[in-house]
């Protein structure tokens, strides 16, 4: 009985994409959302809420364990009841640290984000370039920081 009520103490997470659940967490004290209007800190008893996510890291807090950043692109989070559930089209959850593979990805990552910038600055004449080109561009840095972020968290542990 005890452990049902402790349960409610705090908040469980399920973050679900169209054809699965990827993770459930419980026991979480807070979660931190990348909406697009800014990031949005959850406790328990949080008010219902609907909210539309941006391309981000969507962070878990515990008292004991360290949980890995989820990196989110895209969906909407819904809060009731002491539960978090984040729909989402993709995240990805896997960031391997522990060979030269990860140092790779992060360099790949820094270059990518570095050319996205470079072809910004080099088209002075932004306005021209299509709007579907300034959409994907747009659209593959904010990829590119929200799993730097990711990395970095994992890298330096303070997540």
């Known amino acids: 009985m005890s452990h049902y009520l402790s349960r409610y103490q705090y908040l469980s997470v399920d973050i679900i994409v169209p054809d699965r659940v990827v993770k459930q967490y419980e026991f979480i004290e807070m979660v931190d959302l990348p909406t697009v209007t800014g990031r949005l800190s959850i406790l328990k008893n949080h008010s219902p809420i609907l909210t539309a996510l941006e391309i981000g890291v969507l962070k878990l807090h515990t008292k004991t364990q ?82 730097l972020e990711a990395i970095s968290l994992i890298k330096d542990r303070k997540i």
């Open 66 to 147: 360290k949980l890995s950043p989820v990196v989110v692109l895209g969906g909407v989070a819904v809060v009731k009841n002491n539960t978090v559930k984040v729909y989402c089209k993709k995240v990805e959850t896997d960031f391997d640290t522990k060979d030269s593979a990860f140092e790779l990805n992060v360099r790949e990552e820094q270059a990518l984000n570095q050319d996205l910038w470079l072809y910004a600055d080099v088209y002075k004449d932004y306005i021209k370039m299509p709007t579907q080109a300034k959409m994907k561009a747009g659209r593959e840095l904010r990829k590119c920081n929200a799993r």
